[in-house]
């Protein structure tokens, strides 16, 4: 055997393994984008089977055109830690792809069964009460357990849990969009536009609403030191994803009453609780951000007016509004970078302290590299 005369591998075997490793993972991500193109496409096919051609074109145009303004508000809330933009895509893209495919087959076939065994009204109303709340809300939970499990440097809390659920949630939508107003367009009259003011207005949250509590439950898993809590909460938030989604398909079949009354005392305090759970998550990623960069501030990295513009979102705003004003875009997207670097620096140092990141010397260098990105970049930014 050859004596490598250490505990270390030879340079030469270290690049070749992360060459492989780097092989591997992009022959994944590859495979992976090409399974979500052919979910996709069957997807469509199977909609534009029961809507034709025409259809399925209006429904895709009027469900794709408040998608963006929907993303924005989304991301708007996101206002220390900026999730990746790759992961952002990931759940989004899920929803619309792998999702829809999953829920439009399963639950397809459930109505079939039903229909074929009882009756066609008892197939459908199953399918739409009892199969889509449990098979739309597992589908749509398997992508946000799969970044909590392999990313958790990217899944801070329960802020992070709502952005990732609304991303999914709205790709979801979007493509369930396609179905509901292709057949508007089909029946004519004013079908479509009503039904886009009922889903594209009155309730275009509706589905981030729903995966928003698997969100929250994986969000406060990942929060919190409590292993009972830990395991209880993600399954307790797909259980609550499930029945809230079970009471909004409900509502639908009982009529304008039934639907008014779900949606005024049911959906609209759920939704105003999700606010609130975001002021908080707010407030605690605040606190994160104050508590750990406070050293640096002592060490004059930061002024202490700096400092206090960092750990509240008015205070960055701000800073970004005067840079934008005062120096242009090169300044103002100096600035944002400013800002989430040093968030990123705040959530590495709270990972760490609480063990999630075990290698001492990564995370040293890894912290270093914040710190002096950040230096430079204030050196750019100067009196902004």
């Known amino acids: 055997m050859q ?13 070749m393994t992360r060459a492989n490793s780097q092989a591997l993972k992009w022959t994944l991500i590859s495979l992976g984008i090409l399974l979500a193109l052919l979910a996709g496409a069957v997807t469509l096919y199977i909609i534009g089977y029961a809507t034709g051609a025409t259809g399925l074109a209006v429904g ?22 900026s999730e990746p933009v790759w992961m952002l895509a990931t759940a989004f893209f899920w929803g619309a792809t ?16 039903l229909a074929e065994a ?25 992508v946000l357990f799969a970044l909590f499990w392999w990313k958790k440097d990217e899944f801070d809390g329960i802020l992070d849990g709502i952005v990732y659920a609304g991303m999914v949630g709205l790709g979801f939508a979007m493509t369930e969009n396609f179905k509901y107003y292709g057949e508007a367009a ?9 039904l886009f003011i009922l889903r594209g207005t009155i309730s275009p949250f509706a589905h981030p609403l729903f995966t928003s509590m698997t969100g929250i439950g994986l969000g406060w898993a990942i929060q919190t030191h409590n292993k009972a809590v830990k395991g209880i909460m993600p399954v307790l938030g797909l259980f609550a994803a499930m029945l809230l989604h079970f009471f909004w398909n409900r509502s639908a079949l009982g009529g304008p009453v039934a639907f008014f009354v779900v949606y005024f005392l049911v959906m609209f305090p759920i939704f105003l609780g999700a606010i609130i759970a975001i002021v908080f998550a707010l407030r605690r990623e605040g606190r994160i951000v104050s508590y750990h960069l ?11 007016h700096e400092y206090y513009r960092l750990c509240t979102v008015r205070g960055r705003m ?19 970078r400013y800002n989430q670097l040093a968030s990123e620096l705040a959530f590495h140092r709270s990972r760490v302290h609480r063990g999630l990141i075990t290698d001492p010397r990564a995370a040293h260098e890894r912290e270093m590299a914040f710190v002096n990105h950040l230096a430079e970049l204030r050196r750019q930014l100067g009196p902004f």
């Open 318 to 336: 701000g800073a970004s509004y005067r840079a934008l004003t005062g120096g242009g875009l090169r300044l103002w997207r100096a600035r944002m």
């Open 3 to 15: 004596n490598y005369g250490g505990a270390y591998p030879p340079q030469g075997y270290a690049m």
């Open 98 to 113: 792998f999702a829809a495919f999953i829920s439009i087959i399963i639950n397809s076939l459930v109505g079939q069964l």
């Open 186 to 194: 089909v029946m004519g009259g004013n079908t479509l536009s009503g």
């Open 60 to 81: 895709m145009l009027f469900a794709t055109l408040p998608v963006p303004i929907y993303i924005l508000l989304i991301l708007w809330i996101d206002r220390y830690e």
């Open 118 to 142: 009882i009756d066609p009204y008892t197939g459908r109303y199953y399918a739409m009460i009892l199969s889509a709340p449990v098979v739309e809300e597992f589908s749509k939970a398997l």
């Open 294 to 304: 406070w050293n640096d501030c002592q060490r004059g990295l930061f002024t202490p």
